[in-house]
């Protein structure tokens, strides 16, 4: 808990007589920014929208390339690089980056320029997630045995 105290003061500049002195001590609580942070539910997700172990383990690889706006560059270097630490061919990424498109995993920006969905990755400050949570609907329902169920889209 911290406080600010504040003090008024008024005096006569004809007399030098304290007119008013009041001292006002105000306590308060701050919450502290959330700090920057990356969260991954890479096994979460990739039950959730099927993935097979190749495409959970090039999600894990692309997104940890992710800067804090969301945004990741996969050139056919960045492409190759991914294909050689997850231990398949490029084709096999083009083809994991193709299928996250469509389940609205990623949302091809421009080029190579992806934006990875923020409703399941987030890197970076609340406001600017928020923000960039707009752009994409998403919405997890359970059935009464616990069954999960989502849907996402991505708003134009």
Known sequence: MSKIQKREVHIDTITGEVIHDR???IDFTSVPNEPDYIKLYINDLGKLCDLSDGQRTILLYIAACVGYDGLVLLPVG?????????????????????????ADILKKQAGGLYELNPDYFARGKWREIRERRKAF????????????????DVVD
Do not use: L
Not at 94 to 100: C, I, M, P, R, S
């Open 23 to 25: 001292t006002n001590v």
């Open 137 to 152: 609907y998403t919405k997890i329902t359970y059935s009464p045995d616990g069954e999960r169920t989502v849907k996402t």
């Open 78 to 102: 960045q492409k190759a690089r991914i294909a050689k630490s997850a231990k398949c061919s490029v084709s096999a990424v083009n083809n994991a980056v193709n299928f996250f498109c469509k």
